[in-house]
Nanobody, 126 residues
Framework: QVQVVESGGGLVQHGGSLTLSCVTS????????IGWFRQAPGKEREGVGC????????NYVGSVRGRLTISRDNAKNTLYLQMNSLKPEDTAVYYC???????????????????WGQGTQVTVSS
């Protein structure tokens, strides 16, 4: 049974930091690109970044580049999203998801992701 479980969300002040975790099971993690997405109230879900399946290359969207870092530990079946210099506009539910699409295009290919977590809420106060 496939499971994708995010954790680590919470309330943080503007300019603060937070690290989200994503634990996976039921599929071969190192065969998959992993993406992080977010959805703010009243807005569509958007990709924020992804990490390649085998060599840990990353790709981020412009609005978060330099502030967010994705990493993975395949031995622990765990992914991480480190978020620094958080802004109120980063407030959203954050999701972890898995796809076999290459990382360079995966961040904008949400429909290709077959495995999704339930999300974790991140709230940034002003």
């Amino acid at each position: 049974q496939v499971q994708v479980v995010e954790s680590g969300g919470g309330l943080v002040q503007h300019g603060g930091s937070l690290t989200l975790s994503c634990v996976t099971s039921g599929f071969t993690l190192d065969d998959h690109t992993i993406g992080w997405f977010r959805q703010a109230p009243g807005k569509e879900r958007e990709g924020v970044g992804c990490i390649s399946s085998s060599d840990n290359r990353t790709n981020y969207v412009g609005s978060v580049r330099g502030r967010l870092t994705i990493s993975r530990d395949n031995a622990k079946n765990t992914l991480y999203l480190q978020m620094n210099s958080l802004k109120p506009e980063d407030t959203a539910v954050y999701y972890c998801a898995a796809t076999t699409v290459p990382y360079l295009v995966a961040v904008r290919a949400a429909a290709s992701y077959g495995y999704w977590g339930q999300g974790t809420q991140v709230t940034v106060s002003s």
